[in-house]
């Protein structure tokens, strides 16, 4: 038995408070931890055995397990036996429990794990959704705490059984983590502690936010005088110069290159960019940065598989997926060292990221996947932050394990462009930030697209809104899919692009101070409902709306029509404030029938709520004469919350910095007043939202003093 009492000092896994928890081993050798006579995890097997399917419990014999607590809240256990597999098994008190984790992917389009049995690998083709493949060894249960296991072999979680699940890992060693939560019921306090073992997310540059536009393939759809690829990417810029659509970035998915389907030779095709370091130079001059997509494909007759395949460097043929070749493998340091050279070349002519595909195709065994994909990653990262430094470039994977989110963003895969795919694409952006990628974008519109008309304007709408309240916005353009172009020329869905792409630029403020809270904590952006309404049981299987922040309760419309029902989480506001009217007010615990058109989403504001908004990335808006950094700081004062805070992040990377900006509100004198925590006054304006107020009174800062009539406002009558 194992007792802890005092704090530890284990740097960021610490808690601030004092406990009785204890674990000791049950009667049948499971692993029980209790607070006094109340059981709160119940590890009900350890499994060992030679193979995943005949894996058994340890019973009597406990020789190679240890368990101890590391922190009030963090139990450590270690297997270490003679057996090839090993794993564990939970169980609930309950059948009802939710489980959550493991993947991005949302089976049957759900937030939660019911009846799923999968490996710790890429999903494949699929409902909704093809290739989904975010996943981390770690879940999390509505019974209040989660388990992290530490390892990148492979593996396999079976959450068929209600109230119970189970793992097992193709390894002789083991290390699993019991995760409890700091405060009762505090999941976020458990995703905190998880990260802080695994790893977090670095702090994306701000372009990496977007909003980004791409093609499937610049080399084709060519209009006007456009001959080749590059012209056709800055066809596209002039596009957006001329319509006022803000941007920050660029890529080019593969055709690119002069290889074997455009792969391997790791260059520029020469046709289609005969000046790859002028265009890209040019494209950076506008604003832009650029991006390549990579994989760890060695098609054959390109450079990477001739000097590979006779040095024996190639996993065996297994006919991956589409023909494109096998995966070198990376554990062998020779074959890790000439890839990592020849990338290179990529960062060296101004190349500030990466897409990388692929890792899940069949291109190498399974049972190395999450080894081979961390390593490919690393390899990545290693050439971009040699060339440009810590989060001064933009990479993004759909195929990632926990332990590479420091060094890669998400996107969520290929996407269906319909309804179905859009509807699991916003549960992938929730369940992805249940395993921690908080960096996180779709291909707006989906990838996976059949027909002339897919995907429909008002599928389109409905997802460049989403995009909007999504860490990332990245929109794809391409052969009938290009709004300026027919057949989406006549329709309004130009104007919608617009319309969300600029607000999502607005947003930077607010998002990239999330992203920057993520990188801290290993919190979310798009958070499930349960982590701010953790007290609510209505929420644990929503899937269709979620936290965005604190401070936004955003509720997608997912199906044809304008209308859909949303419900208000009971916990972290007593009512919600329609965003973009600013008119309707809806109490928690309730729910009600909202109706939107195109032009606008449903997206509701929490009493207190503090949000940073402006002009504080110039990106593309070269059109802008004289361009300067413009922060509104947006208040929606509540009595009902005396104090409400928000950590603003300014800057870029290490080199920015926080303040907290501090809102008080006393009812009894009928006064507001906000701290802006010493940010500078140049560019700044407050706005403040009230009843009589409601298009917002501004506040130029710099004509202010802290007590001067505009920071401190009396007599408000509060929306809410």
């Known amino acids: 038995m194992v007792r802890l009492c005092a704090v530890l000092s284990l740097s960021a896994l610490v808690s601030s408070a004092l406990c009785e928890y204890e674990i000791k081993l049950n009667p049948s050798s499971g692993l029980l931890i209790t607070d006094g006579n109340k059981t709160l995890v119940n590890n009900s097997a350890i499994l060992s055995g030679s193979s995943n399917t005949t894996v058994v419990s340890l019973k009597t014999n406990t020789t190679g397990l240890t368990y101890t607590f590391l922190t009030p809240t963090v139990a450590k256990v270690t297997l270490n036996t003679s057996s090839a597999f090993h794993g564990a098994r939970f169980s609930t008190a309950s059948p009802s429990t ?96 998880y990260t802080a073992l695994s790893a977090r997310s670095e702090i994306p540059p701000t372009s990496g936010l977007g909003p980004t ?86 098609q054959r007759g ?26 070198l493998n990376l554990s062998i340091p020779e074959a890790y060292d000439y890839f990592e050279e020849q990338l290179s070349y990529f960062p060296s002519v101004g190349v500030k990221g990466y897409k990388i595909d692929r890792g899940e195709e069949g291109e190498m065994p399974d049972y190395v996947q999450n080894e081979q994909m961390a390593l490919f990653i690393d390899i990545a990262y290693g050439t971009m932050v040699e060339e440009f430094g810590e989060s001064n470039f933009f990479t993004f994977a759909r195929s990632a394990v926990d332990r590479s989110r420091a060094k890669t963003h998400i996107w969520n895969g290929d996407a269906h462009a319909n309804f179905t795919g859009l509807a699991y694409t916003v549960a992938s952006g929730i369940r992805a930030g249940l395993v921690a990628f908080p960096i996180w974008g779709s291909d707006t519109g989906g990838y996976t697209r059949e027909g002339v008309l897919t995907p429909t304007p008002e599928v389109w709408a409905r997802w460049m809104w989403f995009s909007a309240f999504s860490p990332v916005y990245e929109l794809m353009l391409g052969t009938n899919h290009t709004p300026w172009y027919p057949p989406y020329a006549n329709t309004s869905t130009m104007a919608i692009m617009k319309q969300t792409a600029n607000l999502h630029a607005d947003l930077t403020p607010y998002i990239k101070s ?116 413009e922060l509104r700081i947006e208040l929606f004062p509540s009595y009902d919350v005396p104090v409400s805070a928000f950590t603003y992040y300014d800057g870029e990377g290490a080199e920015g910095e926080e303040y907290v900006i501090t809102m008080k509100a006393d009812k009894e004198r009928k006064e507001v007043s906000v701290d802006l925590g010493g940010l500078g006054s140049e560019g700044v304006s407050v706005v403040w939202y009230y009843r009589g107020a409601e298009e917002g009174v501004m506040v130029d800062v710099k004509s202010k003093t802290e007590g001067e009539k505009g920071l401190v406002v009396k007599g408000v009558e509060t929306l809410f």
């Not at 074997?260 to 890209?280: A, H, L």
């Not at 999330?514 to 953790?534: C, D, H, K, M, N």
């Open 213 to 298: 536009f791409w093609s499937d393939d610049f080399t084709q759809d060519f209009h006007g005088s456009v001959s080749n690829a590059q012209e056709n990417i800055q066809d596209v810029v002039n596009h957006l110069y001329a319509e006022r659509i803000r941007a920050t970035s660029s890529f080019a998915d593969r055709p690119y290159g002069s290889g074997n389907r455009s792969w391997g030779n790791f260059d520029f095709d020469p046709v289609q960019y005969p000046d790859p370091e002028g265009f890209i130079q040019n494209l950076t001059d506008w604003g832009l940065d650029f991006q390549v997509w990579i994989a760890n494909r060695a």
């Open 514 to 629: 999330y992203a920057y809270v993520a990188s801290r904590t290993g919190l979310p952006i798009i958070r499930a409902l349960f982590l701010e309404a953790p007290n609510d049981e209505k929420v644990w299987e929503v899937a269709d709306s979620y936290f965005f922040g604190e401070e936004f309760l955003v509720a997608p419309i997912v199906a044809t029509g304008n209308t859909r029902s949303v419900y208000f989480p009971v916990g972290p506001s007593k009512s919600y404030l329609e965003y973009f009217s600013k008119e309707a007010v809806y109490t928690a615990g309730s729910t009600a029938n909202i109706t939107t058109p195109l032009i606008s989403s449903p997206v509701f504001v929490t009493q207190g709520a503090i949000i940073p908004r402006g002009d504080v990335y110039q990106g593309n808006a070269k059109w802008v004469e004289d361009w300067k950094q």
């Open 98 to 193: 939710h489980f959550y984790g493991v993947w991005e992917y949302p089976f049957n389009g759900r937030v939660d794990n019911k009846n799923v049995s999968f490996d710790l690998k890429g999903v494949g083709n699929n409902v909704g959704i093809n290739w989904s493949n975010a996943r981390a060894p770690f879940f999390l249960t509505s019974s209040g705490y989660g388990v992290y296991t530490d390892t990148l072999k492979m593996g396999n979680y079976d959450f068929r059984t209600p109230g119970e699940v189970g793992f097992v890992f193709n390894s002789s060693s083991l290390v699993y983590y019991i995760i409890l939560p700091e405060k009762t019921g505090e999941l976020k306090s458990v995703i905190e502690q």
């Open 302 to 327: 390109s450079k990477l598989f001739n000097e590979s395949s006779p040095k024996g460097w190639l996993f065996p043929d297994n006919h991956p997926v589409g023909g494109l070749g096998e995966a």
